[in-house]
């Protein structure tokens, strides 16, 4: 074993094998989820952050214009998120979005990507 990888530098599990039509749905579900939670956000007057979408891409605009790019990657069955503080990718692991390089769940990672380009705490949660 060697000490030059930091433990938290675990790969995540086997993929959950996924159909091309769930992989779509539990992917488009995801993106339909952090849109509703971003308009939610402007409703209440939390935060101005301007999302688009095209197909299954996701952008999402910050109020200092930095921004954060969901981004499905279909012929893996992955989800590519990149931030400022770098790019990262995740595949379906029992029932959550895993890191695969660190095991860190989507949800959680989105959540402390967003609350540092924000400048304050934001959750992005898998549940309604």
Avoid: C
Avoid at 55 to 64: A, H, K, N, V, Y
């Amino acid at each position: 074993m060697s000490l030059d990888h930091p433990a938290a530098a675990v790969a995540a599990p086997a993929a959950t094998p996924l159909t091309d039509v769930e992989y779509a749905a539990r992917t488009r579900a995801v993106l339909d989820r952090i849109e509703a939670q971003v308009d939610q956000w402007l409703d209440a007057d939390v935060i101005d952050i301007d999302s688009h979408r095209s197909g299954g891409l996701l952008e999402l605009s910050f109020p200092d214009r930095s921004k954060i790019i969901i981004n499905t990657q279909a012929p893996l069955q992955e989800l590519w998120l990149a931030a400022k503080a770098g790019g990262y990718h995740f595949r379906f692991v029992a029932g959550a979005w895993l890191d695969t390089k660190t095991s860190s769940e989507f949800h959680a990672h989105l959540s402390s990507l967003a609350s540092a380009q924000a400048g304050k705490a934001l959750t992005f949660s898998a549940l309604e």
